[in-house]
């Protein structure tokens, strides 16, 4: 079942041609509650002009919420650039310009921002797309804020902010200014009582995309202990402190499972033995499974209810093991490990799994060697315009970063050729590009190029790095 919330519905349904029907029980923002088999009323377009989030549960144990902040403006996800009137992309120091944007035809948006102290001049402006991103026309404002409507046929945006002299950048759908908010994510939150994970889709996922989440059925909830538990007893020995870590009691009905654990250094393998008692707290014997050291994963079938717990080792007896050294641990429904997927609208967006997965959202794609989460993001930016060996801040990262792990991206030399981020040639042919801290929060991506062919050029870095916050 799943639940979609509309606003704006007036009380009555009041049918229209193409009126939608389907499986979903359906509440109106007046509390009107539709059952699967009856007609809505509305035509489908309208209702997808309402609609503001899905809650969708996934099998009977999942619920997934979309999130959606009213700020459109990503001052982390910009580029130092400004558009002219004929469509035009120069490099600015002094401008941000958010991407592309979704946004639909005759729609009203309020931009606003704030003065910075000292400062005067204010400048914002917005540059209008078609559906294929085929530049429309452009509109200045030397104001600190203006509500404007997207032309017809615009089906996106591109947003630009004086950042020398102005400050608190929120652009929001609708007709008046409201308080400001930072941008916050699109997100879909996947939560319950055994699992509970917030994944970062992107702009990608707008308020009208229809979400299914794709999932194995995690059974695992607890944390692992030091110490082995006895296969034949079931008792747990917290003296074999160095050696095994094992987890509490997990219950299982009848059916096929598959025990896995993910050890944080990936250059070390696990191994896992299974200790399996009936909801009696009778010692079962799985042949080949019950206190056998097998190497992870491990996939077993029983006919009866069980109450299992699980040991885990590194593969060569007498390495020292910890809490730590597992990264996640799966008692899974299958002959399989299922990897959890997101898609909205048929197209898949998020892999929870798949370090793969690249965006210009903050992505989390593992676990450093000290433990913290490892995160990585794309940015888009613009070379420099002059040749110089002095690094120009072309990306501006408010991020709270404890490490840089690496960083690595391409630039279009020339117009036909694809080259790496850091490229030396000669000493007046060459892009270098490091990344500067400014605070604790505060980080600039900065670049100096040399040679007609590394100049104004479009480029992308992907940066992989650790959270002071984590």
Known sequence: MAIVNYENLPSENTPLTGGASGNLNVMQENGTT???DTKLGYSQAFLNDHLVNISNEVDEDYRVNFLKGKNLFDKDNCSNITINSSGVIGPNNEYLTTNYLPTKPNTKYYFSTTQK???TNKQIYIAYYDINKNFLSRETYAELEHLFTTPANCYYMRAGVYITGQENYQLEKGEEKTTYEAFIPNQIVVDNEKYSDTLNVGSVVDSRSRVNVLHSKNLFSDKLRIGVTNYETGEYDKTSLTRITSTNWITIPAGTYTISAKPVDASKTLQIAMVTFDTN??????TGISGNWKLSPVTFTTPIPLNIKINISYTIVGTNITPNSVYEVKVCEGSSILIPTIYADNEEIYSKDNIEQ?????IRIGTWINGKPLYRKVYYATSPSTSSTTANAIINMTIPIDEIVRFYGSIFYGDTTYRD?????TSSLFSFVDINKQS???FVIRQC????SYLSKPEKIIVEYTKTTD
């Open 34 to 36: 539709h059952g699967s």
């Open 117 to 119: 102290s000292g400062q």
């Open 281 to 286: 707290m009778n010692f079962y014997n799985i």
């Open 358 to 362: 690249y965006s210009t959202d903050e």
């Open 421 to 425: 981020i850091n490229a030396y040639q």
């Open 440 to 442: 604790s929060s505060s």
């Open 449 to 452: 190029v040399a040679g007609q």
